[in-house]
């Protein structure tokens, strides 16, 4: 399989670590939206021109990280079980994986976008972006109260969306607020995978700060 992704996108992010969860072997391949070239060629090989993107081994492109890490699990037995068999716990899985895209990492998006640019009504809606960020980071802590992970005892798709907007997010917003979601990005931290993706994130941001590496 042929991964193509970009490193600081957090939608990559999410499949990367559902990758290392499931101990799957793939090629990398890093594809800067922002550079032209690299742009335009990997448009050519898929018009949409969105990352992540998995190329399988007979071929077939499958877009979009929740769709990927469904196809992975299905793919591969080894490593940890990110689909959990038991319908109610797959169907909740389902649900929190896609408030966490909608919720938080969208709005984290357009809250990072927002504060590179400048002006009093940019403060403003900056002020309501963390409001609802807040909002929701109290209704993950409520969720975790009687659960080891997100989704119950064991991690699933739903903790391999919500790492990335945790790391994104760790230095705006006091996770030691919230008890339960502070317990939780702790243990998330001592989680292989999670090392794994972080250590190539931090490469990523060093050559951006070097300029070795356009901004994304």
Known sequence: M???????????????????EKQANFYPRIVELTDPFSRKE?????????????????GELIPESSIIIEYI?????TGTRLLPRERRIALDTRLQDRLIDQDFSNILFELEHQKLESGDKNQVRI??????????????????ENKHWLCGDSLT?????????????????????????????????????????T????????????GR????
Do not use: M
Not at 7 to 20: G, M
Not at 73 to 77: L, Q, R
Not at 163 to 191: G, T
Not at 213 to 216: E, G, K, L, S, T
């Open 2 to 20: 042929e991964l193509f992704y970009h490193p600081l996108s957090r939608y990559s992010q999410k499949v990367l670590l559902a990758l290392y």
């Open 127 to 144: 002020k309501h972006l963390e409001n609802d960020i807040n909002r929701f980071l109290k209704y993950l802590d409520a969720l975790l």
């Open 213 to 216: 590496r356009p901004i994304p």
């Open 42 to 58: 990997f448009c050519q090989f898929y018009p949409p021109g969105k990352v992540p993107l998995l190329k399988t081994k007979t």
């Open 73 to 77: 699990d299905t793919e591969f037995s």
């Open 157 to 197: 798709l739903a903790d391999c969306a919500l790492f990335p907007c945790l790391y994104c997010a760790q230095d705006h917003f006091k996770f030691f607020e919230y008890d339960n979601l502070d317990r939780y990005w702790h243990q998330a931290q001592l989680r292989g995978a999670f090392q794994q993706v």
């Open 199 to 210: 250590e190539e994130v931090d490469l990523a941001q060093i050559e951006v700060l070097c």
